[in-house]
Nanobody, 114 residues
Framework: QVQLVESGGGLVQAGGSLRLSCAAS????????GGWYRQAPGKQRELVAL???????NYADSVKGRFTISRDNAKNTVYLQMNSLKPEDTAVYYC????????WGQGTQVTVSS
């Protein structure tokens, strides 16, 4: 059974940084695409960043240059380093991976105060 467990969310002032972690069990991140999505109140869930099995990275335009997605194969964990945070980054952040189907974590709240 695949499980994704996120951690690292919290409250931070604008301009600050947070690092989100997503630990996987029942699957291997290095063999699949891992990603981070977010959903703000009243808005649809949107892609933030992806890292493929080969290590290629893709980012939403809104976070390019500020966020970095990475993976630790030994820990089977994907990270999202978020710098220069803005109030509009406030959302619930979800970890995602795709094997023969999609799997989602439970989400972690990120709140950026102005």
């Amino acid at each position: 059974q695949v499980q994704l467990v996120e951690s690292g969310g919290g409250l931070v002032q604008a301009g600050g940084s947070l690092r989100l972690s997503c630990a996987a069990s029942g699957t291997t991140f290095s063999r699949n695409t891992g990603g981070w999505y977010r959903q703000a109140p009243g808005k649809q869930r949107e892609l933030v960043a992806l890292i493929t099995s080969g290590g290629s990275r893709n980012y939403a335009d809104s976070v390019k240059g500020r966020f970095t997605i990475s993976r630790d194969n030994a820990k089977n964990t994907v990270y999202l380093q978020m710098n220069s945070l803005k109030p509009e980054d406030t959302a619930v952040y979800y970890c995602n991976t795709v094997t023969w189907r999609e799997y989602w974590g439970q989400g972690t709240q990120v709140t950026v105060s102005s």
